[in-house]
């Protein structure tokens, strides 16, 4: 399965920002579907998960209540809805894909990866 992750660009502190992860080659309803970033000399961090059916979704404390995480199978699409932008959340976002079809906070979980999309916030 290919993953392209888009939407990523430069905004302000305090503004919103929605990426997209496209999937292709694969049964896409049948995986769970992930988000996690890395920024510069930091590891990758885990941002937001969502089962194959959409039902349920995790995230971690960091980011409950900014991060929204959902996807839409009549278009092979899972999407990262990021609100209230802080500088701190400038990092490269990946999306990854799960054959297990639960939501995980491992990368170890998580077989196929998009190449990534920068989001660069400014204060």
């Known amino acids: 399965v290919q993953l392209q992750a888009s939407g990523g660009g430069l905004r302000q502190a305090g503004d919103s920002l929605r990426l997209s992860c496209s999937a292709s080659?694969?049964?896409?309803?049948?995986?769970?579907m992930a988000w996690f970033r890395q920024a510069p000399g930091k590891a990758r961090e885990f941002l937001a998960a969502i089962s194959w059916s959409g039902v349920s979704t995790h995230y971690p404390d960091s980011a409950k209540g900014r991060f929204t995480v959902s996807r839409e199978s009549a278009n092979n699409t899972v999407y990262l809805q990021m609100n209230s932008l802080k500088p701190e959340d400038t990092a490269i976002y990946y999306c990854?894909?799960?054959?297990?079809?639960?939501?995980?906070?491992?990368?170890?979980?998580?077989?196929?990866w998009g190449q990534g999309t920068q989001v660069t916030v400014s204060s």
């Open positions: 080659g694969g049964r896409f309803s049948s995986y769970a």
């Open positions: 990854a894909l799960s054959s297990q079809g639960y939501p995980s906070m491992a990368t170890a979980d998580y077989e196929s």
